[in-house]
């Protein structure tokens, strides 16, 4: 309600200060060239308020234009529906408001006069509802297409835009497959966040045997965050994740995540002993809470195994040795969760010892200032923030993260300073493309310029360490084949593969969103055209097999290519010769033609092969969105082909 009053106010303000000033001036003709045009009093009266009109809207609409280029606020964006509905109600309230002044007192107000106010009381109804109206609108939009008539078509909504699978969340260097499952309201954050400490092992290897860093201090400052993030955020977000995804149940879980992201504001503020000891309270509290409700919902096994270390942590009697729940004695285990999750009350002998142990890693991760020299801590607050929908917080988290970080680090940063920059920049770019999905058409452009600026810093410094192999970035010699077996013998293959994979994704989104830039055109044209070429061409061999197949990849970026091939086209229709462009449309299309053959039959056997319960059948699937996708690009291509 309030951005649409305050758009009201402006607006009504603005019209009123042009009627005081006498704009435009009072005058009852207006010249055309050699013809005089005159207006009546009624006409001119109706004439001139129609200008102060177009002079408030051009105002109005010039400062939100501003906002948007210069300093684009999420208010703004997303109460924009609202803010407009504000400025049109402005000047048309101002208009029937001098009518009724300027009624003589004595009679009665005119039929026009009547049902303008009842308009104007329902016109501020609609605006004054929030997003509802948005919503609303976009809906009816939705149904109504465009309007065709009398010689005239007019189209009421966007040319719809396909979702390309390789804009899909970035996958992480170092990280396995998350959840199947990404729930609309929340996104792959708690995935993320339940991978932390394996994140932590993986920068160990890379620093350790990549880069030749063993320094017992780095060393000892890494043990100590994967102990802390194998005590406080490994074991409910896993248990929270497998409930996640054996059942969709995005609400409850987003509830129980709300205390963490409390916490994780309060750990910058730590400074004694005991709000050490009552934040670790708080933490193992709600470990138990959560356990004893998931635990009486009577979940799966496979939610039975991911909530194993978190039973472990609050009631160790209830695990054997063998990390397997006492089939026998399942009361017993609802008591001690219980007891363990009241509020009030003295704690048991586990929880006092987890209490403890949280407690001293506090202390080590205060007192080795992890806050600010590793990634760990803000990589885990983003992932919790970017769960519950929060995009624009987590975004701040990384960005004040790296800002610090380079400060500190100056134009020289070491090897290990760079490395947390990239994983940084990575789990940055993840949940960035996450965000634009969401927000499809509605992105904003500061935002898309935001992403691609992070992922050209990002590409930038994998292209740096895997330029140091002969093998990895080599090209292909041109021709259409897919990926064979990798032939490499670097020492550390298997780290640079993972690296390979995470730099090709991130130039191919980098790609993607070019692409989709408003200012393609203008600014992006040639370079998208040949930094596609290149990836077309690159050795896709040593990519690992995991999150995608190599095969998978390679007709994703022949996707991209064909779809740059239709932009491009498009876009110099007026300077490209015809031998040009036919070469082109050939090249997309002999590109799609192999992309849709290497696709057909994984996307086949994926839809038809799928069973068990209904979320795992209706996860998505790449090799089905890969096939999808082509099939839309080749509709463009067939449809610039015609033009042609």
């Given at each position: 309600m309030q951005p649409f009053?305050?758009?009201?106010?402006?607006?009504?303000?603005?019209?009123?200060?042009?009627?005081?000033?006498?704009?435009?001036?009072?005058?009852?003709?207006?010249?055309v060239g050699n013809v005089n045009v005159t207006f009546d009093e009624r006409?001119?009266?109706?004439?001139?308020?129609?200008?102060?009109?177009?002079?408030?809207?051009?105002?109005?609409?010039?400062?939100?234009?501003?906002?948007?280029?210069?300093?684009?606020?999420?208010?703004?964006?997303?109460?924009?529906?609202?803010?407009?509905?504000?400025?049109?109600?402005?000047?048309?309230?101002?208009?029937?408001?001098?009518?009724?002044?300027?009624?003589?007192?004595?009679?009665?107000?005119?039929?026009?006069?009547?049902?303008?106010?009842?308009?104007?009381?329902?016109f501020c109804l609609i605006g004054s509802a929030g997003n509802q109206t948005s919503r609303l609108i976009e809906q009816l939009t939705r149904k109504?297409?465009?309007?065709?008539?009398?010689?005239?078509?007019?189209?009421?909504?966007?040319?719809?835009?396909?979702?390309d699978p390789s804009q899909g969340a970035l996958p992480l260097s170092g990280s396995t497959g998350g959840s199947n499952f990404e729930s609309n309201s929340g996104s792959a954050g708690i995935s993320y966040a339940s991978q932390l400490v394996e994140i932590v092992r993986r920068d160990r290897s890379y620093l350790t045997d990549l880069f030749g860093e063993t320094s017992p201090q780095l060393l000892t400052q890494l043990d100590r965050a994967e102990s802390l993030a194998n005590l406080a955020v490994a074991p409910p977000m896993q248990c929270l994740s497998g409930w996640l995804e054996a059942t969709a149940d995005a609400v409850y879980v987003n509830s129980m995540l709300a205390p963490f992201v409390t916490a994780f504001r309060q750990v910058t503020t730590i400074e004694t002993e005991e709000q050490r000891k009552r934040l670790s309270r708080m933490f193992i509290g709600h470990f138990a809470r959560i356990a004893s409700n998931i635990e009486s919902f009577g979940p799966s096994p496979d939610v039975e195994a991911a909530c194993l270390p978190l039973l472990k942590l609050i009631c160790p009697d209830s695990v054997d040795k063998d990390n397997s729940m006492h089939v026998d004695n399942r009361a017993d285990l609802m008591v001690c969760l219980g007891?363990?999750?009241?509020?009030?009350?003295?704690?048991?002998?586990?929880?006092?010892?987890?209490?403890?142990?949280?407690?001293?890693?506090?202390?080590?991760?205060?007192?080795?200032?992890?806050?600010?020299?590793?990634?760990?801590?803000?990589?885990?607050?983003?992932?919790?923030?970017?769960?519950?929908?929060?995009?624009?917080?987590?975004?701040?988290?990384?960005?004040?993260?790296?800002?610090?970080?380079?400060?500190?680090?100056?134009?020289?940063?070491?090897?290990?300073?760079?490395w947390f920059e990239i994983r940084?920049?990575?789990?940055?770019?993840?949940?960035?493309?996450?965000?634009?999905?969401?927000?499809?058409?509605?992105?904003?452009?500061?935002?898309?310029?935001?992403?691609?600026?992070?992922?050209?810093?990002?590409?930038?410094?994998?292209?740096?360490?895997?330029?140091?192999?002969?093998?990895?970035?080599?090209?292909?010699?041109?021709?259409?084949?897919?990926?064979?077996?990798?032939?490499?013998?670097?020492?550390?293959?298997?780290?640079?593969?993972?690296?390979?994979?995470?730099?090709?994704?991130?130039?191919?989104?980098?790609?993607?969103?070019?692409?989709?830039?408003?200012?393609y055109p203008k600014y992006y044209l040639e370079t998208t055209d040949t930094d596609i070429e290149r990836l077309a061409r690159l050795d896709l061999s040593c990519l690992p097999s995991a999150p995608q197949a190599p095969s998978l990849v390679y007709a994703q970026i022949l996707d991209a290519y064909a779809l740059n091939a239709v932009q491009y086209v498009k876009t110099k229709k007026d300077t490209l010769d015809s031998q040009e462009?036919?070469?082109?449309?050939?090249?997309?299309?002999?590109?799609?033609?192999?992309?849709?053959?290497?696709?057909?039959?994984?996307a086949q056997d994926d839809l038809s092969t799928r069973t068990g319960p209904f979320l795992r059948r209706v996860s998505p699937s790449d090799w089905v969105s890969a096939s999808e996708s082509l099939k839309q690009t080749r509709t463009q291509l067939e449809g610039l082909s015609n033009d042609e």
């Open positions: 009053i305050l758009s009201a106010a402006l607006s009504f303000l603005i019209y009123e200060i042009l009627v005081y000033v006498d704009v435009p001036p009072r005058r009852s003709w207006f010249r006409s001119q009266k109706w004439a001139r308020r129609l200008l102060k009109v177009l002079f408030t809207l051009a105002i109005v609409f010039g400062i939100l234009f501003l906002h948007e280029v210069i300093a684009p606020f999420d208010q703004i964006t997303r109460d924009k529906t609202n803010i407009v509905l504000g400025f049109l109600f402005g000047p048309l309230f101002a208009i029937w408001l001098n009518a009724v002044f300027n009624h003589p007192p004595e009679k009665p107000l005119t039929r026009g006069l009547a049902l303008g106010g009842i308009g104007l009381i329902l109504i297409s465009g309007f065709k008539g009398f010689g005239v078509e007019l189209s009421l909504s966007e040319p719809a835009r396909k979702r007891r363990a999750s009241r509020e009030h009350g003295p704690e048991g002998k586990a929880e006092e010892d987890a209490i403890a142990a949280l407690s001293v890693k506090l202390s080590d991760f205060a007192s080795d200032n992890a806050l600010e020299t590793r990634p760990y801590f803000a990589i885990a607050h983003a992932s919790l923030l970017a769960q519950l929908g929060q995009y624009a917080a987590a975004a701040a988290v990384f960005d004040d993260w790296l800002t610090k970080q380079q400060k500190r680090a100056g134009s020289a940063p070491n090897k290990v300073e760079r940084m920049r990575s789990m940055f770019a993840a949940y960035f493309e996450e965000w634009l999905l969401k927000l499809s058409n509605s992105t904003p452009t500061a935002y898309r310029n935001e992403h691609l600026r992070n992922m050209d810093l990002l590409r930038g410094s994998l292209r740096d360490i895997l330029s140091a192999s002969s093998t990895l970035l080599k090209e292909t010699g041109g021709g259409l084949k897919q990926p064979g077996p990798c032939t490499s013998s670097d020492k550390n293959l298997l780290l640079l593969r993972r690296l390979l994979g995470t730099y090709v994704t991130t130039e191919l989104t980098h790609i993607q969103n070019r692409l989709h830039h408003w200012e462009k036919s070469a082109r449309i050939k090249r997309a299309t002999s590109a799609l033609a192999y992309a849709l053959e290497v696709t057909a039959k994984p």
